[in-house]
């Protein structure tokens, strides 16, 4: 337990902080609703530095934790807590908050009070997914986080927005609802809806294997795996720019959470069993969509594509009982997270000035934007899983963890190197370099103070966490450690 209640506070200062923006009111306040957005960003990621300051990396246990009862009749608590699986999310998303306010300071002009709003109330209720420990409360945080980002997509997105809005939406609460049935099968068992509790319920295999499925479905849409991953490129497409940064680099995250909050340690034999299965669909999304990546004419869809391979290495480090491989997909969800966000926001800077994501209508825009292409450049690098940058280092570390489970998955998991290189940096070479070809190319003013900012921060992580990964990866050793020994228990132990 903790005297400052620091989780609830990353929570509910960004949900209260967007209802306070949404009170100044219509657009000719919105530079006051920008400002608020923007304090409350700051605040909100400020609250969660002591998280990793006080953090106890040699403890495998939650810490940070608050409980108190909720609807008692049921057993149902607002519990709260923390391991080093966890810790990097909350940090991850409160960080992101801030670059998405930023992101849309000048370019959103209508509704800005409910777009900042919506952003800061999504975040809150991500922090929530990331800290519950009952199951209760994570299925509501779920749910609730669909709400903010469909709103975006739906309002402030492209042409085809509603249609993109739509699909997203009923994808994910499709999965989500066989979730809720394994929730309230679990409950039925064990008389709570403590998530720790669960882990030790000692299901039989075909219990299991049900409660692993109704998992797969929720959280494999939300990852997305292959092939329920459509959703994900009409999503992006559509939404603005700072949808897509949130929806990249932290929505996505939500999926693979949950398999190791759930799947792995509440269903550890089922876990096992199943696990070529899910290795399979992760090289399929690896290798597969690496090559759709590759036929791509949108940036933004490129991108799109990009993430689920990328996601795809993620599934498989999970599922190979490796520590190389979970510390790795734990190490390339937070690259990701950098790296998604930095390059829908590059894309973002080019749509801005041109109105347009087709790679055709670029080509030599180092010539008028040389800032802008350094920086494109050491994301787009970052993409390809360049060494010296945070791309390389949760690549690379998967793909040990599958040489060490099995060679030829490793192998095959290796071509996502070559491939992530092939669509990224053909991408790179059509579009800023080569003579400038189109008039309104040229025309381009490089990017001001703010982008810059914007850029150079994120720029800096992914630098620090490729040259430097220790401080990223220190706390989750232990946490790592423990899932794995209970996966392993779970093969050995019987059960009825």
């Known amino acids: 337990m903790t005297d400052i209640p620091f989780l609830s506070l990353a929570i509910w200062i960004p949900i209260l902080g967007g209802l306070l923006t949404l009170a100044t009111g ?46 008692a009749h049921f057993n149902i608590h607002y519990a709260l807590g923390i391991d080093g699986i966890s810790l990097w999310f909350i940090l991850l998303n409160a960080f992101i908050t801030i670059v998405v306010v930023l992101a849309g300071w000048r370019i959103i002009q209508s509704r800005v009070a409910q777009y900042m709003a919506a952003f800061l109330i999504m975040s809150g209720l991500m922090n929530g997914i990331f800290a519950a420990l009952d199951g209760v409360l994570f299925y509501v945080f779920f749910e609730a986080s669909l709400i903010p980002l469909y709103l975006i997509i739906g309002i402030w997105g492209g042409p085809n927005r509603v249609h993109a809005a739509i699909k997203f939406f009923l994808f994910t609460l499709a999965g989500s609802l066989l979730m809720l049935l394994a929730l309230l099968y679990l409950y039925n068992v064990s008389h709570s809806f403590d998530i720790l509790a669960w882990r030790h319920t000692g299901l039989g295999m075909t219990a299991q294997s049900l409660i692993f499925f109704a998992f797969l479905a929720a959280f494999g849409v939300k990852v997305p795996m292959w092939p329920v991953h459509t959703w994900l490129p009409d999503a992006h497409v559509e939404a603005p720019t700072g949808g897509s940064v949130a929806l990249a680099a932290i929505a996505l995250k939500l999926g693979a959470y949950g398999f190791v909050r759930f799947s792995l340690p509440i269903a550890p034999d089922a876990a096992v069993v199943w696990a070529p299965l899910v290795i399979t669909l992760s090289l399929v999304a690896v290798v597969y969509i690496g090559f759709v990546a590759l036929a791509q004419t949108d940036m933004k869809k490129l991108v799109a594509y990009s993430s689920i391979s990328h996601m795809g290495f993620v599934t498989l480090g999970f599922f190979m009982h490796n520590q190389l491989g979970l510390e790795g997909a734990l190490i390339q969800m937070i690259s990701h997270g950098f790296v998604s966000a930095a390059m829908f926001l590059c894309i973002g800077v080019l749509y801005d000035r041109m109105h347009s994501r087709q790679i055709a209508d670029y080509g030599g825009v180092v010539n008028t934007m040389p800032k802008f292409a350094a920086f494109f450049m050491l994301f787009a690098m970052a993409n390809a899983g360049l060494p010296a940058t945070s791309g390389f280092v949760g690549e690379f570390t998967v793909i040990l963890g599958a040489v060490q489970y099995n060679f030829w998955i490793g192998l095959l998991a290796a071509t996502t190197l070559v491939l992530g290189a092939a669509y990224t940096l053909w991408m790179y070479k059509r579009v800023v ?15 001001g103070a703010r982008e810059f900012l914007i850029l150079a921060v994120l720029a800096a992580c992914v630098l620090a966490m490729g040259l430097y990964p220790f401080p990223f990866t220190e706390v989750m050793h232990a946490s790592v450690d423990q899932l794995l020994e209970h996966v392993a228990a779970g093969k050995l132990t019987p059960r009825p």
């Open 26 to 71: 219509p657009d000719r306040n919105a530079r006051m609703a920008r400002t608020v957005a923007l304090l409350a960003a700051i605040l909100g990621f400020a609250v969660t530095l002591p998280l990793y300051i006080r953090f106890d990396a040699a403890s495998a246990a939650m810490q940070f934790r608050e409980q108190a009862p909720w609807i």
């Open 433 to 447: 370099f080569g003579a400038v070809a189109n008039e309104q190319v040229a025309g381009l003013a490089d990017i």
